[in-house]
Nanobody, 125 residues
Framework: VQLVESGGGLVQPGGSLRLSCAAS????????IGWYRQAPGKQREVVAG????????YYADSAKGRFTISMDNAKVTVYLQMNSLKPEDTAVYYC???????????????????WGKGTLVTVSS
């Protein structure tokens, strides 16, 4: 499985961005897919996730009410719509996928099998 993120960039506080993650390869093996982020000097953390079927979305507390995860199964792409962005959202955002049907309890993504290279999101005025 290969994952390629896009859509990062510089945005002002209060602005919006939509990240995309295009999956290819043996996508039939994916059970769930999600977005993680890592800010400078901080541990990687889960932002949002969803089952490959598109059901059961999960959001970290920091993302609830502002971010929306969605899937386009035809395009084999996962999106993260981010609204009302804050400076503390600045981080490298990674797409990750797992073969296992588990809850999003490992918030650092230690149970994910496949990772993209990340896309940088900078929220600054």
């Amino acid at each position: 499985v290969q994952l390629v993120e896009s859509g990062g960039g510089l945005v002002q506080p209060g602005g919006s961005l939509r990240l995309s993650c295009a999956a290819s390869g043996s996508t039939f093996s994916i059970n769930r897919i999600g977005w993680y982020r890592q800010a400078p000097g901080k541990q990687r953390e889960v932002v949002a996730g969803v089952r490959w079927s598109g059901t059961g979305p999960y959001y970290a507390d920091s993302a609830k009410g502002r971010f929306t995860i969605s899937m386009d199964n035809a395009k084999v792409t996962v999106y993260l719509q981010m609204n009302s962005l804050k400076p503390e959202d600045t981080a490298v955002y990674y797409c990750a996928a797992s073969n296992y049907d588990r809850a999003w309890s490992d918030r650092t993504g230690g149970d994910m099998h496949y990772w993209g290279k990340g896309t940088l999101v900078t929220v600054s005025s």
